[in-house]
Structure formats: C-alpha cells, structure tokens
C-alpha cells in the first residue's frame, strides 16, 4: 500500500526556518517525481515545488524561489522541503504528492498534510 | 506561468442535477489537464487525468472533456457524496504545474 506521511509542521516566527519531509513506502520511491502542494487555511490548492526521481530537475512557484529547496534522499525514501524566511503568507497545510509520470503526469497518491503556521 | 481559471467559484445544486465546471488555461497545454476532488479535512482525490480519462474507482457519472486552453468537468446526476470542492491542474510543464482556484459545490 503506498503511503506518504508528513511531519515537521510546526509554529515559526516570520523569518525562520523549517524544514519538513515525507516518508515514502509501499512503493519504489526512486521511480517517481514528487512535489510538494500547500494549501493556505480555507484557501485552494497552490502547488509550491517539484523534484524529478534523480533530483536532475527542479522547480518552484515564484512565491517560494529563492526561500525554498526541495530534496529527496532515495536511499531513505524520503522527500524533503527546506524553508527558509518564512512569511505569514507561508501558513498552510503542506503535502507532499507522488507524480505518476507514464503519458501527461497527474499527482495519483497525497500525504495527509503537515501544518506550518508562520506568526509572531 | 500558465494561469488556470476555473469557474463558477461555487455553487449551489440538488441530488440529480447535471453540474458543469470549466476551466481555462492562459495558454494551450493540449490535454495536460487533471481533475482533483476534495472533501473538508482530506487530501484531494484524482477523479479525471489527461483532460478525459477516468481513473479507476471513479463512478461513470463523472467525466471530461476538452484540449488546448477550455475543458469541462461534469456530473451528469449530482449525488449526496459528490458535495466537494473540485480542482482543475495542468501538468504540461513539470516545473511549472498549477492549479485552478477551485469551484466548491453545494447543496442546494
């Protein structure tokens, strides 16, 4: 069964740093892109970033470039979101989705979600 | 960036009505355009990926259409358990993915 668990939410004042990550299992983490997709309390959906299985391709939205480096560590099947600067605009819920890529890509498989609350 | 809009923002409907939501791309993105549902506290749920395919376990009633910039997401007979929030996302550049600002249907 595929999993994707969230953790490392937490409340950080504005301009901190935080990191989060997602553990993988239940299937050959190595073999997908993942991306991370937050979403800001009673808000929509806003995709933030993307990793390729080999971390040879990378993006992210323009709100977070520069603030923001995803990482995965396939040896350990884990996806990881390093935050730095974090703005109050930055609070949401944050999960991780795998990318099924075979044809045009959709996100098949989501986390639960982890909260980043960003306030003084 | 490509832009989607999704329209209506919400709406209001009864058990059995036929529902429409359209979703449009800033630019053509051929048929890079998936379908999400999601319900209060849960991650979304893929109903419709590649602009028309069902995924599996998805019922019938659900469908889609649509390719370049304009594509709809229809329920041909609202049921109880369709009452969510539906979200439209294109995948036609991995670096650049996005998604629509969501259309959240009601009950009437």
């Known amino acids: 069964e595929v999993q994707l668990v969230e953790s490392g939410g937490d409340l950080v004042q504005p301009g901190r740093s935080l990191r989060v990550s997602c553990a993988a299992s239940?299937?050959?983490?190595?073999?997908?892109?993942m991306h991370w997709v937050r979403q800001a309390p009673g808000k929509g959906l806003e995709w933030v970033s993307g990793?390729?299985?080999?971390?040879?391709?990378?993006g992210y939205a323009d709100s977070v470039k520069g603030r923001f480096t995803i990482s995965r560590d396939n040896a350990k099947n884990s996806l990881y979101l390093q935050m730095n600067s974090l703005r109050p605009e930055d609070t949401a819920l944050y999960y991780c989705?795998?990318?099924w890529g075979t044809g045009i890509p959709y996100f098949d498989y989501w986390g639960q979600g982890t909260l980043v609350t960003v306030s003084s | 960036d490509i832009q989607m809009t999704q329209s209506p923002s919400s709406l209001s409907a009864s058990v059995g009505d036929r529902v429409t939501i359209t979703c449009r791309a800033s630019?053509?993105?051929?048929?890079?355009l998936n379908w999400y549902q999601q319900k209060p506290g849960k991650a979304p749920n893929l109903l419709i990926y590649?602009?028309?395919s069902l995924q599996s376990g998805v019922p019938l009633r659900f469908s889609g259409s649509g390719s370049g910039t304009d594509f709809t997401l229809t329920i041909s007979s609202l049921q109880p358990g369709d009452f969510a929030t539906y979200y439209c996302?294109?995948?036609?550049?991995?670096?650049?993915?996005?998604f629509g600002g969501g259309t959240k249907v009601e009950i009437k």
């Open positions: 996302q294109q995948s036609y550049r991995f670096t650049q993915v996005s």
């Open positions: 630019e053509s993105i051929s048929t890079y």
């Open positions: 590649a602009a028309s």
């Open positions: 989705a795998r990318l």
């Open positions: 990793i390729s299985w080999n971390s040879g391709t990378i």
């Open positions: 239940g299937f050959t983490f190595d073999d997908y892109a």
